[in-house]
T-cell receptor, first 115, second 113 residues
Framework: NAGVMQNPRHLVRRRGQEARLRCSPM?????VYWYRQLPEEGLKFMVY????????ESGMPKERFSAEFPKEGPSILRIQQVVRGDSAAYFCASSPPSGATDTQYFGPGTRLTVL | GQNIDQPTEMTATEGAIVQINCTYQ??????LFWYQQHAGEAPTFLSYNVLDGLEEKGRFSSFLSRSKGYSYLLLKELQMKDSASYLC??????????????FGTGTQLKVEL
C-alpha cells in the first residue's frame, strides 16, 4: 500500500513565478492536510480539505495561496507570485474518513526554494 | 488558541532512557500525537493518546494527563538512530469531521556514545 506521495520533491522558483505542489493521499484516505515548515521552526497547519471541499483554511495566508482537492486527481497547493519568504518545506498529510484515531500520515514533502 | 511547549534540545547516552515532556493549552482537545522527524525527512507517526495513562509500543511509550495538560514520550534502550527531532502535536476537532494538528517546535534529541 503506497504511502502519501508528493511531487515534486524539490522545486526552485524565481520571485514572481508560480509554484504548484501536488499530493496524492494514501489509498482509502479522503482527508488531506497541508503544513508548512520553515527552517528551524515547527510544522504549521495551513489547510484541510476533503474531496471538492475546503473544510478549514485558517492557516492559509490571505493572498497568493490557494488549495484544492478535486474529485479526480491529487490535491494541489498553489502559490502565486512567490517571494523569498515562501521558501520552506511543504508537507501533505492524509487520514481516513473520520474514525476513532484519524492518524495523519505524512508525505515526504516538497522543498521549495525561491531565488 | 493553542500553546504547546517542549524543550528545544536534549542529549542522552546510547542505551539509556530519555523522557521528552510536552505541555499544552488548548480548547477542543481530541488527542495528542508524537512524531519523529529526521533532518530533511517527513514526520513519522510514533504514538497517540486520547485517554489518560500510558501507551507502550516497543521501546517507545507515551503518557497523557488531560487534567494537567501534560504528556511525555519515553524512549528506552536508546540507539544512535534515535537522534532526531520529536514533535508533540495536539489534535483539535474542527467542524465537518477530521482533525487538524497543532505542533510544538520539536525537541532535538542527540544520542551520544
Amino acid at each position: 500500500n503506497a504511502g502519501v506521495m508528493q511531487n515534486p520533491r524539490h522545486l526552485v522558483r524565481r520571485r514572481g513565478q508560480e509554484a504548484r505542489l501536488r499530493c496524492s493521499p494514501m489509498k482509502g484516505h479522503s482527508h488531506v492536510y497541508w503544513y508548512r515548515q520553515l527552517p528551524e521552526e515547527g510544522l504549521k497547519f495551513m489547510v484541510y480539505l476533503q474531496k471538492e471541499n475546503i473544510i478549514d483554511e485558517s492557516g492559509m495566508p490571505k493572498e497568493r495561496f490557494s488549495a484544492e482537492f478535486p474529485k479526480e486527481g491529487p490535491s494541489i497547493l498553489r502559490i502565486q507570485q512567490v517571494v523569498r519568504g515562501d521558501s520552506a518545506a511543504y508537507f501533505c498529510a492524509s487520514s481516513p474518513p473520520s474514525g476513532a484515531t484519524d492518524t495523519q500520515y505524512f508525505g515526504p514533502g516538497t522543498r521549495l526554494t525561491v531565488l | 488558541g493553542q500553546n504547546i511547549d517542549q524543550p528545544t534540545e536534549m542529549t542522552a547516552t546510547e542505551g539509556a532512557i530519555v523522557q521528552i515532556n510536552c505541555t499544552y493549552q488548548t480548547s477542543g482537545f481530541n488527542g495528542l500525537f508524537w512524531y519523529q522527524q529526521h533532518a530533511g525527512e517527513a514526520p513519522t507517526f510514533l504514538s497517540y493518546n486520547v485517554l489518560d495513562g500510558l501507551e507502550e509500543k516497543g521501546r517507545f511509550s507515551s503518557f497523557l494527563s488531560r487534567s494537567k495538560g501534560y504528556s511525555y514520550l519515553l524512549l528506552k534502550e536508546l540507539q544512535m538512530k534515535d537522534s532526531a527531532s520529536y514533535l508533540c502535536a495536539v489534535r483539535d476537532r474542527v467542524t465537518g469531521g477530521g482533525n487538524k494538528l497543532t505542533f510544538g517546535t520539536g525537541t532535538q534529541l542527540k544520542v551520544e556514545l
